[in-house]
């Protein structure tokens, strides 16, 4: 396989320094030497501005900061998705039957699925769900692992 989709969460990892962001950082620099195409639904976007933004308003990041982890994300690189048609439609079926309550997170696996690549995600317990229906799902530590 050589495309990775990735869940915002591991964005957001690296871009926000949280507990395991060396991890994340670890996987990025791998990506990066090996080549692999990170493929996002344009969704993601959005997350990840909103999620920065969060932090910024509770005081976890300074508005410095957070334009700094937003600049990192820009720089990244990305093939984005529109978020329709088979795609979208394979999202809101997954969402039911991973019984989940908005289709948010059955995005990246949809993609995933449709073009064939791994999903990667730091939400152990949406990683357990998806590989009931999808082979493909891996932690960061595990695909670190399985790349290098």
């Not at 080549?35 to 920065?52: C, D, H, M, T």
Request: glycine fraction near 2%.
């Amino acid at each position: 396989m050589d495309k990775i989709v990735l869940d915002a969460n591991v964005f957001l990892k690296l871009i926000t320094l949280e507990s395991d962001s060396k991890l994340v950082e670890d996987l990025f620099i791998t990506i990066f030497e090996k080549g692999v195409p990170v493929l996002e639904p344009n969704f993601v976007r959005v997350e990840i501005y909103s999620v920065v933004r969060r932090k910024v308003y509770f005081k976890e990041l300074t508005y410095a900061q957070a334009e700094e982890s937003l600049s990192i994300f820009r720089q990244m690189g990305n093939k984005y998705y529109r978020s329709s048609g088979k795609f979208l439609d394979l999202a809101y079926d997954l969402s039911f039957e991973l019984n989940q309550p908005v289709i948010y997170d059955t995005l990246y696996l949809s993609l995933a699925i449709l073009k064939n690549a791994y999903f990667v995600t730091q939400d152990l317990k949406f990683l357990k769900l998806s590989r009931k229906y999808y082979k493909d799902c891996y932690s960061v530590k595990e695909l670190l692992l399985l790349l290098n």
